[in-house]
Each structure stands twice: as structure tokens, then as C-alpha cells.
Nanobody, 118 residues
Framework: QVHLVESGGGLVQAGGSLRVSCAASGRIFSINAMGWYRQAPGKQREVVAVITSGGSPNYADSVKGRFTISRDNAKNTVYLQMNSLKPEDTAVYYC????????????WGQGTQVTVSS
């Protein structure tokens, strides 16, 4: 119903920047919030940033001031600009979206690997 495809992951040195993108298709007009989660090796998946349909962002404390989430509703795409990357940011980054009808539905992308080297 909603399909999410991520792109832009890769390898970057500490202090560098990377931007990941997520394009949504399907029942896109019903999408409410979109965001990014990440899962590092041996750790649980955690929220990185979420942006509402109205454009209000929320960030994990660990990325505040370094990451910026944005969305382009015309392109049905959400972005995560990652600056001043640290090795601790290394993880698989997953795109997230939800929509509401009678109940809340959640959707996930397949993930894209981001590796930050020292």
C-alpha cells in the first residue's frame, strides 16, 4: 500500500557528510509522518528523526545540530542530511512512514547502510 525505497547510503570519513533519501509510492496521499530510524550492529533499532505532515521535525539527542530531516511532498520523498558524521553513526538506516485510516499503519524501507570510518 505504501512502498519506501531508500538511497544514498555509503562509506564516509568521520566529519564528513552524507544525504540519504527515501521515495514513497502507493497510497502516498494518506501518509502522515515520515522519518528515519537506524540500527547499529548489536543494538536495537532507534529513532533518528521524524517529520510530520506539517513539516515539524523531531530529532534524537545524539544527532541534534548535525542531522536535518526534510520532506518534499511534491516528490513524495523524505531526506536526511547528515553532517559532522561520527563513527557512532554507523548503522543501517531505515525509512519510516505511517498513515491513518481507521487505524494506524506503519511502513518500513529495506534499509541503507551508512558506514563512518575513523
Amino acid at each position: 500500500q505504501v512502498h519506501l525505497v531508500e538511497s544514498g547510503g555509503g562509506l564516509v570519513q568521520a566529519g564528513g557528510s552524507l544525504r540519504v533519501s527515501c521515495a514513497a509510492s502507493g497510497r502516498i496521499f494518506s501518509i502522515n509522518a515520515m522519518g528515519w530510524y537506524r540500527q547499529a550492529p548489536g543494538k536495537q533499532r532507534e529513532v533518528v528523526a521524524v517529520i510530520t505532515s506539517g513539516g515539524s521535525p523531531n530529532y534524537a539527542d545524539s544527532v541534534k545540530g548535525r542531522f536535518t530531516i526534510s520532506r518534499d511532498n511534491a516528490k513524495n520523498t523524505v531526506y536526511l542530511q547528515m553532517n559532522s558524521l561520527k563513527p557512532e553513526d554507523t548503522a543501517v538506516y531505515y525509512c519510516y512512514a505511517d498513515r491513518w485510516s481507521i487505524v494506524k499503519y506503519e511502513y518500513w524501507g529495506q534499509g541503507t547502510q551508512v558506514t563512518v570510518s575513523s
